[in-house]
């Protein structure tokens, strides 16, 4: 079989990070990006300074990806940034941050990795979503409502996208050590960790596991799902 | 250019013809009706051409645009309408690139 080509974006640091390590070790060639350059390299990936919500830059990486290697087979929309802070305090320039990154960057990468997925007729995207959505945590409206989007568009894209051989799943994982939940303080944590019916932090390896699965070629019959961690 | 934009995606609609197993008249142009009234194609079959035309712009005239657009249903001006007015459109698009 062919070496899978994977992209993933935000892979500069956190979650990211440890999906472009570990698919590379499993042998995938990892295309990823972010809005800084890394400072780690790695043979078998290729960094992209890009944010995930500017057309031209997706654009950009996609035309790339098609010249080099004439096919996707796997998109991991890992990218994204929260806000944690009362609804009443925060920004619009937040809101429209947050919103942009997590919403339209994920909305951008699907429709370009579809377009290619589809020429091969096969594919299957994974977005970033979180327990935070089913469990209507405070103190982060826009994060929240940001990634119920995401949820929305994983089932109609699942739908849209089936007809091409794609499918489109979201993981949600639960807090997880890295720089997103720093500003977090712990007895919030503490108060999360609680409501999980397995009540510890979550891992990167927690979410690749998750990933893992989506992307078996013997998991083309399983679209539109999210999976929450924990036991949430 | 719009000649050349023409030819570029009547082989689109030849490939989706072959392809996709779609039904093609004997003479195609530009009046060819592409969606729509008349139109050639059902909804997938639209999302695979302008996929296919995206790719072959690339290709060929090395200029990255997206054919995406909100007129889509329209009857009067939907840029799918006809295979001429596509390459209106994409012709539109790629000056404004340029
Ligand atoms: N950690 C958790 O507790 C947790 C829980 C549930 C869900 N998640 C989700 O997991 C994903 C990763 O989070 P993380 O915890 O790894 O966060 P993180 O450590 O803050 O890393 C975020 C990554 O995304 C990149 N990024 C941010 N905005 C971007 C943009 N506009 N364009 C391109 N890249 C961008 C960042 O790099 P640059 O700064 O260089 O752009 C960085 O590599 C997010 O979608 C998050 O919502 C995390």
């Known amino acids: ?232 | 250019m719009k000649p050349e934009l023409v030819s570029l995606i009547l082989n689109a609609v030849q490939e989706l013809g072959e392809h996709n197993g779609v039904p093609l008249p004997t003479a195609l142009d530009g009046d060819t009706p592409l969606f729509g009234r008349d139109g050639l194609l059902d909804s997938l079959g639209l999302v695979t051409l302008v996929v296919a035309v995206e790719q072959a712009i690339e290709d060929e005239l090395g200029v990255s645009v997206s054919l995406a657009d909100e007129r889509a249903l329209s009857q009067r001006a939907s840029p799918y309408r006809t295979v001429g007015a596509l390459a209106d459109y994409a012709g539109s698009l790629i000056r404004a690139a340029a």
Not at chain 1, 19 to 30: F, I, M, P, S
Request: hydrophobic letters at 40%; charged letters at 20%.
């Open chain 1, 1 to 232: 079989m062919d070496t899978p080509i994977t992209l993933i974006t935000g892979t500069r640091k956190g979650i990211g990070r440890y999906l472009a390590e570990h698919y590379v070790r499993c042998g995938h060639r990892v295309v990823g990006c972010s809005r800084g350059d890394v400072d780690w390299s790695l043979d078998g990936y290729q960094h992209y300074v890009a944010d995930v919500s500017d057309e031209q830059a997706a654009r950009r990486i996609f035309t790339d990806v098609r010249k080099k290697y004439g096919r996707l087979d796997h998109l991991i929309n890992n990218a994204g940034i929260g806000s944690m802070n009362h609804s009443l305090l925060t920004p619009l320039s937040t809101v429209n941050a947050v919103l942009n990154t997590n919403v339209v960057g994920t909305f951008l990468f699907c429709r370009e990795a579809a377009k290619l997925m589809k020429t091969n007729a096969y594919g299957r995207i994974v977005n970033l979503t979180t327990v935070a959505v089913p469990l209507k945590l405070e103190g982060e409206a826009i994060y929240v409502a940001s990634k119920a989007a995401v949820l929305s568009l994983t089932g109609v894209l699942a739908r849209e996208l089936a007809p091409f051989g794609i499918t489109v799943n979201a993981v949600g994982p639960v807090a997880i050590e890295t720089d997103l939940i720093r500003s977090v303080p712990k007895e919030k944590i503490d108060r999360l960790v609680s409501r999980q019916a397995i009540p510890r932090l979550g891992t990167a390896a927690d979410v690749a596991n998750v990933i893992d699965f989506y992307l078996l070629r013997t998991s083309g019959f399983i679209t539109g799902q999210c999976l929450f961690l924990g036991g949430v």
